[in-house]
């Protein structure tokens, strides 16, 4: 009985600190997204993809075919917004964040990819 006992009280407190050990793990988890960001040359490609890796970015691949741009990223260090603004700060409009104008007006002629737009 006395065994049984001291077995109960063990697992009271082990359970605990399994279950934070647990939350920690997920927390610390990669998550994967796709999303649009407007881009036209192999310099937009290079400039997205080094502008996306913020804190806490693993990866980040554009494809410049289909205006993609893949993101790994852990989500407890990063915020999918906080990319999105990363990438508009640079310039690039993303399906989410708009560039400024001045920062737009910063890229170099070859990276004009809005409508109607000059560039100056």
Same mark, same amino acid.
């Given at each position: 009985?006395?065994? *049984?006992? $001291?077995?109960?009280?063990? +697992?009271? %407190?082990?359970?605990?600190? =399994?279950?934070?050990? $647990?939350? @920690?793990?997920?927390?610390?988890?990669?998550?994967?997204?796709? %999303?649009? /960001?407007? +881009?036209? !040359? #192999?310099? !937009?490609? /290079?400039? *997205?993809?080094? #502008?996306?890796? =913020?804190? +806490?970015?693993? @990866? &980040?691949?554009?494809?410049?075919?289909?205006?993609?741009?893949? /993101?790994?990223?852990?989500?407890?260090?990063?915020?999918?917004? &906080?990319?999105?603004?990363? *990438? &508009?700060?640079? #310039?690039?409009?993303?399906?989410?964040?708009?560039?400024?104008?001045?920062?737009? +007006?910063?890229?170099?002629? !070859? !990276? &004009?990819?809005?409508? #109607? /737009?000059?560039?100056?």
């Amino acid at each position: 009985m006395k065994n *049984i006992i $001291q077995i109960l009280l063990l +697992g009271a %407190f082990m359970l605990p600190a =399994i279950s934070e050990a $647990q939350a @920690q793990k997920k927390a610390k988890e990669t998550r994967t997204i796709e %999303f649009q /960001v407007s +881009g036209v !040359c #192999g310099m !937009c490609k /290079v400039r *997205i993809e080094n #502008g996306a890796l =913020i804190k +806490g970015v693993k @990866q &980040a691949e554009y494809d410049r075919d289909k205006s993609q741009l893949k /993101v790994i990223y852990r989500s407890d260090k990063v915020t999918e917004d &906080a990319i999105h603004q990363a *990438i &508009a700060d640079i #310039g690039h409009d993303t399906d989410k964040v708009k560039a400024t104008e001045e920062a737009y +007006g910063k890229l170099p002629n !070859c !990276c &004009a990819y809005r409508d #109607g /737009v000059e560039k100056h």
